[in-house]
């Protein structure tokens, strides 16, 4: 399995959350994670944790506690040599190309608005993996993401080689035409 992957589902649609779970192959005793507070090409801090709720962690079956150490990052003590898994939602309701946007239309996020930073591994390679929703079946992914195995509407699995490559490439979801 790969070291660090991302999946991305609706949660809901109507509520604006996208669904986010992260996995960690290996994570440190301690592991810290944050949300940036910049975007690429948009120099202004911005504060992007405060869409994010309802963080969890697990290791197995094991739920661990989350220790929030400010705004933008958070620390759980789990076991090194075991995979540690968080899931979170994030409220996406800003039509703006900096953030994150959801709603019955269509889809949209940069991933410094999704994406917790995995201190230490951040130059590991990412895996994110783009989930359709039920009730998008028309919907189509656009990305620069690298696909690794994706089906024809765009949904599937993709590569970057850091992580700032994976927050360097916004995702729209939506209905398109050429």
């Known amino acids: ?12 649609l109507h509520a604006h959350l996208f669904r986010v779970t992260v996995r960690i192959a290996r994570p440190e005793a301690v592991q810290r ?17 405060k869409n994010l709720q309802n963080l969890v962690a697990l290791q197995g079956q094991n739920q661990l506690a989350v220790a929030q150490m400010d705004k933008g ?9 075991r995979p540690l898994e968080l899931r979170y939602e994030v409220y996406a309701l800003d039509n703006s190309v900096r953030t994150a946007w959801l709603d019955p239309s269509r889809g949209f996020f940069n991933g410094t608005s ?11 390679p990412h895996l994110l993996e783009l989930v359709s929703h039920r ?5 189509e992914v656009a ?17 970057a080689g850091d992580y700032d490559e994976l927050v360097d490439c916004p995702v729209e979801m939506g209905r398109f035409w050429s």
Do not use: H, M
Not at 1 to 12: K, N, Q, T
Not at 34 to 45: A, C, E, K, N
Not at 146 to 156: D, E, H, I, L, Q
């Open 135 to 139: 009730s998008c079946r028309q919907w």
């Open 1 to 12: 399995p790969p070291a660090l992957s991302y999946r991305v589902e609706i949660a809901d």
């Open 114 to 124: 999704l994406f917790l930073c995995v201190r230490g591994q951040e130059s590991s």
């Open 73 to 81: 990052s958070w620390e759980v003590a789990c076991r090194p040599g």
């Open 33 to 49: 994670l944050s949300l940036p507070v910049w975007i690429p090409g948009s120099y202004l801090v911005r504060e992007f944790s």
């Open 143 to 159: 990305t620069g993401l690298a696909p690794v195995k994706t089906n024809s509407r765009g949904y599937g699995v993709y590569r």
